[in-house]
Nanobody, 124 residues
């Protein structure tokens, strides 16, 4: 079956960096667009980055543009999220997700598979 396993979360101070990883198995990874979402307590799940399986195109919302970078390693079925200059408002559970669409969507229901999430906490 399909598994997406996130790692790399933790507790850091504002201004620090973290790199999240998501290891995928059970799907043709190189043919899936990958996304990262986050969800803070009592808030809706929010898209933070996406990378297409065609051409490696990327997309970020304004809230993280210039601070977050998504990348993928198709040889190792892994997608990464490099997060720099973290802010307290970045505190959330971060999820990776996979969709067979070639376009990058920021909509939760466009994604077929989800990981279990990894907690990121940024202290001020």
């Amino acid at each position: 079956q399909v598994q997406l396993v996130e790692s790399g979360g933790g507790l850091v101070q504002a201004g620090a960096s973290l790199r999240l990883s998501c290891a995928a198995s059970g799907l043709p990874f190189s043919r899936y667009t990958m996304g990262w979402f986050r969800q803070a307590p009592e808030k809706e799940r929010e898209f933070v980055a996406g990378i297409s399986w065609i051409g490696g195109n990327t997309y970020y919302p304004d809230s993280v543009k210039g601070r977050f970078t998504i990348s993928r390693d198709n040889a190792n079925n892994t997608v990464y999220l490099q997060m720099n200059n973290l802010k307290p408002e970045d505190t959330a559970v971060y999820y990776c997700a996979a969709t067979s669409y070639s376009n990058i969507y920021s909509i939760v229901w466009k994604y077929d598979y989800w990981g279990q999430g990894t907690q990121v906490t940024v202290s001020s």
